[in-house]
């Protein structure tokens, strides 16, 4: 009830637009059941990471400098525009380029929503309304997922019209439902070498940007070599695969919110240190070999580790942001991700393509580092 009325607008459109979030998380089976090879199927992954790369300066300049408003109505028109395409591209390519696009104009939506969050909310209820978010973010992508895998047994055509659709959806509900919101003269004016500056010297923020890094490596394996894991590895088919993402979603919407009112009591990067080395072991799980309870099991604790870090995250970061910097400070935050998005999916499918066990430990490896550094911001910061 404390959260705002224009909070709760976003968080509808949301809802509804991640419910429809369908191709990307089946991207890698579908080039595969099209034949492309592991290295393209890497490779046409790594375009849509590309695309999100570039989105998180431009989405992140955009919000301070537009406003966060338009810049959503941007993204979610072109977001919708290009997964059509993309459902119509054939030849390497095409893939590549329309693949780009679409990763472009979707992750543009992520540093201009954040800040809008971070506007419109006071920073003592930031950590609930983030954890909210994600509440819509998960409950659509859980009913989604078991949505999609039984429509990608049918047809993967039909993933790509409704994916689009609910897109619009998310762009109507900006453009009819958010009020426009005054750019502050400070953060038009502001260009990215000031706020690049800005950050040189924010020592804790380079450090946990690093480190969603390497987590951002970790996740994209759900959408990429876990999707392997499952199908060639346990021998199990999509509607598995729908369900097993759909689990982690469900499992999100009824424990998310009751363990962040657990957890904010703690130092939040104590708790995101933590949340981080259970991702690790969670995902780490499955190089101990391909078997539905396994898999089970290893979504589970993965998911916990999600629970605990990521809320608290996204908090963490709004808080070293200045205000007219609040744009910025996503999309580079944004950049990270997407960086992980870029890489984590072409490396994870070839080392999983070498050994799957040497891609699991690699992501502990990972997930641990990311904990370390973390954990050194302590110095800059204190808890």
């Not at 762009?171 to 005054?182: A, N």
């Not at 003269?185 to 890094?213: D, E, I, Y």
């Not at 979603?249 to 009751?258: D, K, N, Q, R, T």
Request: glycine share 12%.
């Amino acid at each position: 009830r404390a959260l705002p009325g224009q909070y709760w607008i976003l968080f509808s459109g949301t809802l509804v637009n991640r419910f429809g979030h369908f191709v990307i998380p089946f991207l890698a089976i579908y080039l595969r059941q099209q034949g492309q090879n592991a290295g393209t199927t890497g490779l046409v992954m790594a375009a849509y990471g590309a695309g999100a790369l570039v989105a998180g300066a431009i989405g992140g300049y955009l919000a301070d400098r537009i406003g966060r408003r338009s810049t959503m109505l941007i993204s979610c028109t072109g977001a919708a525009l290009f997964m059509l395409l993309l459902s119509q591209a054939h030849g390497i390519p095409g893939l590549v380029v329309v693949t780009f696009m679409t990763g472009l104009f979707t992750a543009m939506y992520g540093p201009a929503s954040s800040a809008l969050i971070a506007d419109l909310v006071p920073p003592a209820l930031r950590v609930r309304a983030f954890s909210c978010q994600r509440l819509a973010i998960n409950f659509g992508f859980a009913a989604g997922m078991a949505t999609a895998g039984f429509m990608a047994e049918q047809s993967f055509m039909a993933l790509f019209i409704a994916d689009a659709a609910t897109t619009i959806i998310l762009g109507l509900t900006v453009l009819f439902g958010l009020k426009p919101r005054t750019v502050s003269a400070a953060a038009a004016k502001l260009g990215w070498s000031h706020a690049l500056q800005h950050m040189k010297g924010n020592v804790p923020f380079q450090l946990a940007t690093v480190a969603g890094t390497l987590i951002g490596i970790v996740f994209w394996q759900m959408s990429s070599s876990y999707g392997l894991q499952v199908t060639e590895g346990a021998g199990l088919d999509e509607r598995a695969y729908g369900l097993l993402m759909a689990l982690n979603g469900i499992l999100i919407v009824l424990l998310e919110l009751p363990l962040t009112s657990f957890t904010r009591r703690f130092s939040p990067v104590r708790i995101i240190a933590v949340g981080y080395a259970i991702i690790g072991i969670g995902m780490g799980m499955n190089a101990l070999g391909a078997s539905l309870p396994l898999l089970v099991s290893s979504m589970v604790v993965f998911t916990i580790g999600e629970m605990i870090a990521l809320p608290v995250g996204n908090s963490y970061i709004a808080g070293l942001a200045p205000d007219e910097m609040r744009g910025r400070y996503q999309g580079v935050s944004s950049i990270s991700w997407s960086s992980a998005t870029m890489i984590g999916p072409s490396l994870g499918i070839t080392l999983w393509q070498f050994s799957p066990v040497v891609l699991w430990i690699g992501v502990i490896a990972a997930s641990t580092t990311a904990a370390v550094l973390m954990l050194a911001t302590r110095r800059f910061v204190p808890d």
